[in-house]
């Protein structure tokens, strides 16, 4: 039995087929074009799906990453930052397209499993995925099972309150953790210091560059950065108790977090005593289309 995985993404629909022994026997992106609409999504999926298919010599089990979670209760999607997918039954939809059955999981859960299968969490039993890029997200894997929770929300911590009446969130309420830790937020954050323009990249890249008075800034942006994403991370260590988070996503790759920022977490735990290791992803952007041919 081969496993065909697809991550739909805000800008590419990957597809892989791997064998029964995890190796890579095809792989395609083709443009998400969300402008497009939600019909022509579903038809990209079902068609690239089919394409694989026909290239598998025996049959496959199918998994799909995708942006927001499916409602227990309606089978919709819903949190999605693919808007035009709210409130539609995607997965109905694809099924009905393909004559089969599918799996379907949220980006987050999708690189949960995969770091948990294939990736840096390999020997741990309860793994916490965290994504921290255009937005903040989390997966849990439990003995290499994603657990969903109740109301499929388990591992949303970029939704945790941290700041009461803090910043707007698009979510409708204030003081989330994803505005204060995000990419967006933390290029939005640089902004209103400095009064300039720039990318989360190069805020990082040229920090050893800058000029005494902006250097000040720069100390109070990352010392901002580090509190925040202490905090955050110390509040999911004292409800879950992991084995291991890993991180992902753009944000994952500031280098200070895995000193300073993991310093500030178990300042911040519940505990005398702390040790959970806090991890860089092994398998980058990859993770999404491995996790869901894995699901």
Request: hydrophobic letters at 40%; glycine letters at 10%; aromatic letters at 8%.
């Amino acid at each position: 039995m081969n496993r065909l995985g697809i991550d739909l993404g805000g800008t590419k629909i990957e597809g892989i087929l791997l064998d029964e022994f995890g190796n890579t026997l095809e792989r395609k992106r083709v443009p998400t074009n969300r402008i497009n609409g939600y019909k022509y999504i579903v038809d990209e999926i079902v068609a690239l799906i089919k394409e694989l298919q026909k290239l598998s010599k025996t049959d496959s089990t199918i998994g799909i990453c995708t942006p927001g979670a499916i409602s227990p209760n309606t089978g919709f999607i819903k949190n999605s930052n693919t808007v035009c997918l709210i409130d539609k039954p995607f997965k109905e939809d694809i099924e009905s397209g393909l004559k089969c059955e599918i799996n379907m999981e949220n980006d987050a859960n999708c690189f949960a499993i995969a770091e948990a299968k294939l990736g840096i969490a390999k020997e741990y039993d309860v793994v916490f995925g965290v994504i921290i890029g255009t937005g903040v997200g989390g997966g849990i894997v439990i003995n290499r099972k994603v657990h969903k929770g109740r109301m499929a929300i388990a591992g949303e911590w970029g939704h945790h309150t941290l700041f009461p009446n803090g910043n707007p969130c698009y979510c409708g309420r204030k003081g989330c953790v994803e505005t204060y830790i995000s990419g967006p937020s933390l290029e939005k954050r640089w902004t209103e210091l400095t009064n300039e323009t720039k990318s989360l990249q190069n805020i990082i890249a040229v920090a050893e560059r800058l000029s005494t008075d902006v250097k000040k800034v720069y100390l109070q942006w990352k010392q901002e950065l580090i509190i925040n994403f202490g905090l955050a991370l110390a509040n999911v260590i004292d409800i879950l108790d992991p084995d291991v988070i890993v991180l992902g996503g753009g944000v994952s790759n500031i280098p200070f977090l895995y000193d300073e920022g993991i310093k500030s977490v178990y300042h911040n735990v519940f505990s005398n005593e702390v040790d959970t290791p806090i991890l860089k992803n092994e398998l980058g952007d990859s993770a999404g289309v491995f996790g869901a041919a894995y699901l």
